[in-house]
């Protein structure tokens, strides 16, 4: 349309009123949500462009850094995805207020960085950076590797880094939590170092190990101030997810390993188990087989049946010269005879017959004598 206003690109410039107000609003709300404790903010330079690298535990030290840099006189400015200054209000907003677009649409990481250093340099701007990129997965919430884009922000214009470190934020909001805990109110610490030396770096070529060094340089500077803030030790390396999470697949798989070489062993027992349980049975079965004693003088034997798997059950019955049958019949030469002593027991109904049988014939030839 001939009508339509085209909105106008940002590109870090700023309004004085809007940041005056902005002040106004966000000094109080801040103050408000948490108590600040911080030093070191002559480290920051009066003028002329800084990055401030602090570490990240939560999305509230964003205030807390950001109202740390305004006590030293500098607006915070942060960078921005250049898609946000599109929507309707909220781009007004960020443009008015000097918040610096990154154009990620681009190919080349390198040239985005690029032009936001520019940006920067251009128009003296106090940029708070997150060289994590993300909140810190480090179990201790010490900070993790970082990404190199901050040594190459400061590289490329020689804008100078100061390390910033603070604690208290994650227990207003903890990262993965969306309500925050204002009451009680909680202090944050925040302090700045001196800024990094990066001048062994000025002169070479921004190759990937002269940017991984750099960066190192610059969080060892943010973990040494975490840990005064902390009174511990930072860990020697920085923690790395992608690392952690390989560790934590190979310490499974060789907990899995060792599990399934136990397996043959275990099997093993068990089965030497088992044939031990059955030789001590079959040997009990044989024992109890063999356990028919003889007849005397009479001649007449006991015969001993199982009452479930046709098996020899130890029921012995045994004519002396007192006639005394085991467990079966018991017949007295100076006793009257009891014809039907046949007092046979606890026997299978397919061993019955043969077990009586042969009690019947003992108490006959006991009878008859």
């Known amino acids: 349309m001939a009508g339509k206003k085209t909105p106008r690109q940002a590109d870090g410039s700023y309004s004085d009123a809007w940041r005056a107000v902005s002040k106004i609003i966000l000094r109080p709300g801040i103050r408000m949500m948490m108590r600040l404790d911080w030093?070191?903010?002559?480290?920051?330079?009066?003028?002329?462009?800084?990055?401030?690298?602090?570490?990240?535990?939560?999305?509230?030290?964003?205030?807390?850094?950001?109202?740390?840099?305004?006590s030293a006189r500098r607006y915070p400015v942060f960078l921005a995805k250049s898609?946000?200054?599109?929507?309707?209000?909220?781009?007004?907003?960020?443009?008015?207020?000097?918040?610096?677009?990154?154009?990620?649409?681009?190919?080349?990481?390198?040239?985005?960085?690029?032009?936001?250093?520019?940006?920067?340099?251009?128009n003296n701007a106090c940029v708070i950076f997150y060289p994590e990129s993300t909140v810190t997965r480090d179990p201790d919430q010490?900070?993790?590797?970082?990404?190199?884009?901050?040594?190459?922000?400061?590289?490329?214009?020689?804008?100078?880094?100061?390390?910033?470190?603070?604690?208290?934020?994650?227990?207003?909001?903890?990262?993965g939590k969306f309500v925050p805990k204002f009451l009680p109110r909680k202090t944050v610490q925040v302090v700045a170092g001196p800024p990094v030396d990066l001048s062994e770096f000025a002169d070479q070529p921004m190759t990937n190990a002269a940017l991984r060094a750099a960066t190192d340089k610059?969080?060892?500077?943010?973990?040494?101030?975490?840990?005064?803030?902390?009174?511990?030790?930072?860990?020697?390396?920085?923690?790395?997810?992608?690392?952690?999470r390989r560790k934590l697949r190979q310490e499974l798989r060789a907990l899995q390993e060792a599990s399934n070489a136990d397996a043959p062993v275990a099997d093993a027992a068990v089965a030497d188990a088992a044939v031990?349980?059955?030789?001590?049975?079959?040997?009990?079965?044989?024992?109890?087989?063999?356990?028919v004693t003889a007849a005397d003088s009479t001649g007449a034997d006991a015969t001993t049946a199982d009452s479930t798997a046709g098996a020899t059950t130890d029921n012995t019955a045994?004519?002396?010269?007192?006639?005394?049958?085991?467990?079966?019949?018991?017949?007295?030469?100076?006793?009257?005879?009891?014809?039907?002593?046949?007092?046979?027991?606890?026997?299978?109904?397919?061993?019955?017959d043969a077990t009586t049988t042969a009690a019947d014939s003992t108490a006959t030839g006991t009878a008859a004598s």
């Open 142 to 175: 010490w900070p993790m590797v970082a990404k190199t884009g901050v040594a190459r922000l400061a590289l490329e214009r020689g804008i100078p880094v100061v390390p910033i470190a603070h604690w208290g934020a994650q227990r207003i909001l903890p990262y």
């Open 39 to 70: 030093r070191g903010q002559q480290n920051l330079p009066a003028d002329g462009p800084v990055i401030l690298a602090a570490n990240h535990l939560s999305y509230m030290d964003i205030f807390a850094v950001s109202l740390f840099a305004d």
């Open 276 to 291: 031990a349980a059955v030789a001590i049975t079959d040997s009990t079965i044989d024992a109890s087989a063999s356990n």
């Open 218 to 244: 610059i969080m060892r500077e943010v973990a040494a101030l975490l840990g005064g803030l902390r009174g511990q030790t930072p860990p020697a390396e920085f923690y790395h997810p992608a690392v952690a």
């Open 83 to 122: 898609s946000l200054f599109t929507i309707p209000v909220l781009g007004t907003i960020l443009g008015r207020l000097g918040q610096l677009p990154v154009y990620r649409g681009q190919v080349d990481a390198a040239l985005v960085l690029k032009q936001a250093a520019e940006l920067a340099a251009r």
């Open 318 to 352: 045994t004519t002396d010269s007192t006639a005394t049958t085991d467990s079966t019949a018991t017949i007295d030469n100076t006793a009257s005879t009891d014809n039907t002593a046949s007092n046979t027991t606890a026997a299978d109904s397919a061993a019955t």
